[in-house]
């Protein structure tokens, strides 16, 4: 299953710094797209702003099926404060980017499966699809907005994955 959260994840990286590569933020010193696993990072008093941040939350498999399915929750969560040149007044159509530029990252809803533990990655015999995404509401937290977006992911388990 790890192959198909990496595939997921780099996925999305890879479409983000095509959709809005001034989208990026700044840990441990590199510059990179702005989007994180939250599971791969060292924990954080505040979320990021302006980044999208993805959980891994709910696993389910279909056992009777020649290969095992494993479908997994992906949240997605992320938060702006709008932009300093607006004093935040703008918060509201920052998030509305943000949606607009997740539903980019989403579409298409598949991506060839990789083994990304070799370098370079190699392409393994599957695809890893997920469904539409499920927009939560915005939540209000003093000068921020944020939302949760669940999104499923499925992925047979090949030959020799652990």
Do not use: H
Not at 99 to 110: I, N, T, V
């Amino acid at each position: 299953m790890q192959n198909a959260k990496d595939t997921f994840y780099i996925t999305l990286r890879s479409r983000l710094a095509t959709v809005n590569p001034a989208r990026t933020m700044t840990l441990r010193s590199v510059t990179r797209p702005g989007i994180l696993v939250n599971e791969a990072e060292a924990p954080m008093p505040q979320p990021l702003l302006d980044a999208f941040a993805l959980s891994w939350t709910g696993l389910a498999a279909d056992l009777q099926m020649p290969a095992i399915l494993a479908q997994m929750t992906c949240e997605i969560q992320y938060f702006t404060a709008g932009t300093q040149a607006n004093a935040g007044l703008d918060r509201g159509r920052c998030l509305e980017e943000m949606d607009y530029e997740l539903l980019k990252l989403l579409y298409p809803y598949s991506a060839q499966k990789m083994n990304y533990t070799q370098n370079p990655a190699v392409a393994m015999e599957t695809m890893v699809f997920w469904s539409e995404p499920e927009f939560g509401p915005v939540v209000a937290l003093r000068d921020r907005l944020s939302r949760t977006v669940k999104v499923s992911v499925f992925a047979f388990q090949e030959q020799g994955e652990q």
